[in-house]
């Protein structure tokens, strides 16, 4: 399975440079990802200021409840 990724505001989806992603319980591999190409600084201050500013406007309880539906999720 391919593992694309939500950065700075788009979708990323592994390319040549993709890595394997393992099973924390079998070791299995489970999906591939990308970890080249992207510019951690854009993706910082994306996360800060576009992200950090969202969770912010939650409460404690509207965040929790987040976590839950996507704990509960299944793909």
């Known amino acids: 399975m ?6 700075s505001g788009h979708w990323i989806s ?3 440079d993709s890595i ?13 990802s ?5 510019d951690m600084r854009e993706t910082l201050a994306y996360a800060r200021n576009v992200g950090g500013k969202n ?3 939650l ?3 509207q965040r929790a409840d987040m976590l839950k539906k996507l704990a509960q999720a299944t793909i």
């Open 2 to 7: 391919k593992l694309d990724s939500f950065i």
């Open 55 to 57: 969770l912010r406007r």
């Open 59 to 61: 409460t404690f309880h």
């Open 14 to 16: 592994p390319g040549k």
């Open 34 to 38: 990308t970890s080249g190409g992207i």
């Open 20 to 32: 394997e992603m393992h099973s924390a319980v079998t070791g299995d591999v489970v999906a591939h």
